[in-house]
């Protein structure tokens, strides 16, 4: 085996790469067991991670923001681009311009039960060979997906409805990854006093993503509206053409996320990987050398530094079963799981059926249509839906957002997430019991209309965010990004749990309200297990005795002994660490 010694980082502002320039054999030779320097070793990764916790917000915090909040956006153009596109398939496809209502259902439910597979599997696999690993393989597979249902056929043995269905079954597991991955690698850079807002930054994507569909359907169904209007009510060739367009424009930021996911370093909190691999070590290096400003020089591998691979609690099934099996770490898990499984069941419900009744009722309180698509031309039709998806995300959703950006670091995420709960709870038992009176007249509809836009607002100033942030933080590094997974993945197990209600139910709307306020109390009841996170440590959370967190040192310069065990190193002020013990030290 061989180390590399490297060139000049160049001069500032220069970003050119590091390039290998001399090789040294390198003898192997064992592993040499100590716990003399357990307590320096202890110390050490507590004053790291200070430093981490109390690093000021930089320019690398902003490219975490756009590395992950560009993924989801994409998620949430992906995502939410359903509502219409069904419709648009119905009318091409369906029979008698609709799509039947158990098509319909499995077309709406692909995704989600994509998203619960992929949730449990990247976070799982992120624990195990590390974020940066995992991160951009989850945007290939939405990209992927994606363009093949923009391009999607049919065929003698299959419908387009059930390519369409498969496809989107597949971007859900890679959007589903993107949820723990996205969401781990932003807590575990951020700094303690700003992490609330930076990761609620990031799941504020999802709502611009939310709007640039509404955009793009508008824009799309507008520049076909003469051809609409004018295809035969039989054969709507041209909405054929709107729903691939709409689609396909979801690969566009995707492409663009993946590019800056290539670029991201391993966390500073994932000491250990599988594969020692120096090339993309120098890469993260340069990465974080050039963000933060050090000062350049001429930089070698250090084969003198000692790498001490630390006796610390590791990954594994006995292991998971002692920390989960204490009640206070048990709570939590349970609190997280089942908090975001009763938010997606209301959050889903509504967000996937937009056109179904409750929504023509709304339409016609706006003075937009008679909110029947058989009364009306097939264009104005899904214009209408598409700005009353539109009035929603902008006046409700988003200005929800901002406000969970305002105040989650300074009110901290268990008030938020009660309070959402709580007023989410009132507003949909209102709204189910007074729900045909309310339709009785234009002004008890606009009424209506406050509230559902109401209830839009407290479910992103409330659960809908906090319920993303909390599983990021609450867990040991080793489990969090599992435990997020896993909480997501409950949430997703509500959102087809909405969509079978809504399959069951859907003619009932009033029943339909009432089912999500109940369960909304039961989520403010899971609230009452969680912790409050905002000005804690994200180890102070794990619930670990943090001192004598490493109970000794094992002294190895073999890349394969033991390198899932947590890597120390001891510095000086011109070293710096890469990854897996490789250090590289400065030359003046």
């Known amino acids: 085996m061989s180390f590399h010694t490297l060139s000049s980082l160049g001069e500032p502002g220069d970003h050119s790469p590091i390039t290998p320039i001399k090789t040294f054999p390198l003898t192997i030779h064992g592993d040499e067991v100590s716990n003399r320097n357990a307590f320096a070793l202890d110390r050490s990764r507590t004053v790291a991670l200070e430093k981490v916790d109390r690093a000021p917000f930089s320019l690398f915090h902003v490219k975490v923001w756009l590395v992950a909040g560009a993924g989801f956006f994409t998620d949430a153009y992906d995502i939410f681009t359903i509502s219409i596109v069904a419709i648009m398939v119905g009318y091409v496809y369906g029979e008698g311009n609709h799509l039947v209502p158990w098509v319909d259902f499995g077309l709406k439910v692909a995704s989600p039960l994509g998203n619960l597979i992929g949730q449990v599997l990247f976070g799982w696999l992120a624990d195990l060979v590390g974020r940066k690993r995992m991160y951009g393989i989850e945007l290939m597979i939405i990209v992927t997906s994606t363009f093949a249902q923009a391009i999607a056929g049919s065929g003698?043995?299959?419908?387009?409805?059930?390519?369409?269905?498969?496809?989107?079954?597949?971007?859900?597991?890679?959007i589903g990854g993107d949820y723990p991955l996205s969401a781990v690698i932003t807590s575990e850079f951020a700094s303690?006093?700003?992490?609330?807002?930076?990761?609620?930054?990031?799941?504020?994507?999802?709502?611009?993503?939310?709007?640039?569909?509404?955009?793009?359907?508008?824009?799309?169904?507008?520049?076909?509206?003469?051809?609409?209007?004018?295809?035969?009510?039989?054969?709507f060739y041209h909405i054929d053409y709107c729903w691939r367009v709409l689609i396909g424009a979801g690969c566009i930021p995707g492409v663009v996320a993946l590019?800056?996911?290539?670029?991201?370093?391993?966390?500073?909190?994932?000491?250990?990987?599988?594969?020692?691999?120096?090339?993309?070590?120098?890469?993260?290096?340069?990465?974080?050398?050039?963000?933060?400003?050090?000062?350049?020089?001429?930089?070698?591998?250090?084969?003198?530094?000692?790498?001490?691979?630390?006796?610390?609690?590791?990954?594994?099934?006995?292991?998971?079963?002692?920390?989960?099996?204490?009640?206070?770490?048990?709570?939590?898990l349970i609190g997280t799981a089942y908090s975001w499984f009763a938010l997606d069941i209301a959050f889903y419900g509504l967000g996937l059926n937009s056109s179904r009744i409750f929504t023509a009722s709304i339409l016609?309180?706006?003075?937009?249509?008679?909110?029947?698509?058989?009364?009306?031309s097939v264009f104005y039709y899904l214009h209408d839906i598409i700005i009353y998806t539109m009035i929603v995300v902008s006046s409700a959703l988003l200005p929800g957002l901002l406000a969970s950006f305002l105040v989650i670091d300074s009110w901290g995420r268990k008030p938020i997430q009660l309070m959402g709960f709580i007023i989410l709870s009132v507003l949909f038992l209102v709204m189910g019991f007074e729900f045909q009176e309310f339709t009785e007249s234009v002004g008890k509809t606009k009424l209506l209309m406050f509230l559902y836009c109401l209830a839009?607002?407290?479910?992103?100033?409330?659960?809908?965010v906090t319920t993303f942030v909390i599983p990021g933080e609450v867990f040991p590094t080793r489990y969090r990004s599992t435990g997020h997974g896993f909480?997501?993945?409950?949430?997703?197990?509500?959102?087809?749990?909405?969509?079978?209600?809504?399959?069951?139910?859907?003619?009932?709307?009033?029943?339909?309200?009432?089912?999500?306020?109940?369960?909304?109390?039961?989520?403010?009841?899971?609230?009452?297990?969680l912790p409050e996170t905002r000005g804690r440590?994200?180890?102070?959370?794990?619930?670990?005795?943090?001192?004598?967190f490493i109970r000794g040192a094992r002294k190895s310069t073999h890349p394969k002994s033991d390198l899932t065990d947590r890597c120390v190193l001891k510095l000086d002020a011109n070293q710096i660490e890469l990854r897996n013990g490789i250090v590289l030290r400065k030359f003046p």
Request: net charge positive.
């Open 364 to 376: 016609t309180a706006l003075g937009l249509s008679s909110g029947d698509a058989e009364k009306q």
């Open 487 to 529: 909480s997501a993945a409950c949430g997703k197990l509500g959102a087809i749990v909405a969509q079978i209600i809504f399959f069951v139910k859907g003619d009932a709307i009033e029943t339909i309200l009432k089912i999500f306020g109940f369960v909304m109390l039961t989520g403010a009841a899971s609230t009452l297990l």
């Open 456 to 464: 839009n607002f407290f479910q992103n100033f409330g659960p809908n």
């Open 537 to 548: 440590s994200l180890e102070e959370l794990s619930n670990e005795n943090q001192k004598g």
């Open 259 to 332: 590019y800056f996911r290539l670029t991201i370093p391993e966390t500073p909190r994932f000491t250990m990987d599988i594969e020692r691999n120096v090339k993309q070590a120098c890469r993260n290096v340069e990465a974080v050398l050039s963000a933060n400003g050090v000062t350049p020089g001429v930089w070698r591998v250090d084969l003198e530094a000692s790498t001490e691979r630390t006796d610390a609690p590791k990954a594994s099934l006995r292991d998971f079963k002692e920390y989960f099996g204490r009640w206070k770490n048990a709570r939590v």
């Open 156 to 174: 003698p043995t299959v419908h387009i409805v059930g390519v369409l269905t498969f496809w989107r079954f597949l971007m859900g597991v890679g």
């Open 192 to 235: 303690t006093r700003s992490r609330g807002r930076l990761m609620t930054a990031v799941f504020a994507s999802q709502g611009w993503g939310y709007l640039a569909s509404t955009i793009v359907a508008l824009v799309t169904v507008s520049i076909f509206e003469g051809g609409i209007l004018h295809d035969s009510p039989t054969i």
